[in-house]
């Protein structure tokens, strides 16, 4: 079976749809954490650095995804709403290009990294671009046409929810439609997965 590592998992809209597979889930956020854990019962789940875990523990898995925080990269957060709303800039989350660099030197599995379109030129050219999503790696993704990307910018929770498969009517959360926008649509992660199996497992 292959053995996952997913990596700043969230709620776990990349993971929805994986099938025959052993996954261990970083979240930092002890309440996403519980959510991912609930949702997905046969997973480890730990409540935990993300960033420090993926330099200790890369070793141990076949696959390992990461999606570092977008919210410092994201166009729209920088283009719009620190230049029009009034949101405080910030620094761009380098660990997103610390692990882009880490694992292309040191990881011998298959690997994707993943975030938004950033408001500059990425610092590394991406390997694939999906939508409305960045990917690097150390195997080639194709294009995935019959995806139906969804209106993050405008999509409400029930909209979401319906989207992306998940409910979250059940739980107390303040921000509830950031969490799901936040959200890897699960057909995507079920690609990018799918494609690295086609790499580890050439013959099946």
């Not at 957060?77 to 660099?101: A, K, S």
């Not at 739980?171 to 699960?186: A, E, G, S, T």
Request: aromatic content about 12%.
């Amino acid at each position: 079976m292959l053995k996952v590592l997913n990596l700043y998992a969230g709620i776990g809209g990349n993971r929805k749809n994986w099938t025959d597979v052993s996954v261990t889930a970083v979240e930092l956020d002890p309440l996403l954490a519980s959510i991912y854990a609930q949702r997905f019962p046969d997973d480890n789940v730990i409540a935990g650095d993300a960033h420090q875990y993926l330099l200790d523990h890369f070793r141990k898995f076949d696959f390992i995804w990461s999606s570092p925080p977008c919210q410092s990269h994201s166009s729209f957060r920088q283009n719009i709403c620190v230049r029009f709303r009034g949101t405080v800039p910030v620094y761009p989350d380098m660990r997103l290009y610390q692990e882009i660099l880490f694992l292309k030197h040191n990881a011998s599995c298959c690997w994707a990294v993943e975030n938004v379109k950033p408001y500059y030129k990425p610092l590394i050219e991406p390997d694939a671009v999906l939508h409305r999503h960045l990917f690097w790696s150390n195997f080639r993704i194709p294009a995935i046409e019959s995806l139906s990307e969804i209106k993050i910018r405008h999509a409400q929770i029930p909209e979401l929810e319906k989207a992306l498969g998940f409910s979250l009517k059940e739980f107390k959360l303040k921000n509830k439609r950031q969490i799901l926008r936040n959200c890897v649509n699960p057909k995507l992660g079920l690609h990018i997965l799918e494609t690295a199996k086609s790499r580890i497992f050439p013959q099946q």
